[in-house]
């Protein structure tokens, strides 16, 4: 049996913890922050966990990075 590819992309933009659950970038701070209030911009800082429905797609574009 050949070995699973992983996709680039998703090596890219998600992180396993270890847990196992799927960490992700927030989203909505890439344009229009003189929209937003100080407070939506700091809450927006750091990563976010994934739902576990999203997770497991993410998890098999990653076959060999699973720890948890």
Same mark, same amino acid.
């Given at each position: 049996m050949p070995k699973l590819k992983t996709k680039s992309s998703a090596k890219k &933009?998600? *992180?396993i913890s270890? #847990? %196992?659950k799927v960490m992700s970038a927030q989203? %909505? *701070?890439r344009h229009g922050m003189i929209k937003r209030s100080n407070k939506?911009? &700091?809450n927006l &800082? %750091? #990563? #976010?966990t994934l739902s576990k429905q999203d997770g497991k797609i993410v998890k098999s574009y990653?076959?060999?990075n699973l720890r948890g």
């Open positions: &933009r998600f *992180k270890a #847990t %196992g989203a %909505g *701070k939506q911009i &700091r &800082r %750091g #990563t #976010t990653m076959p060999y």
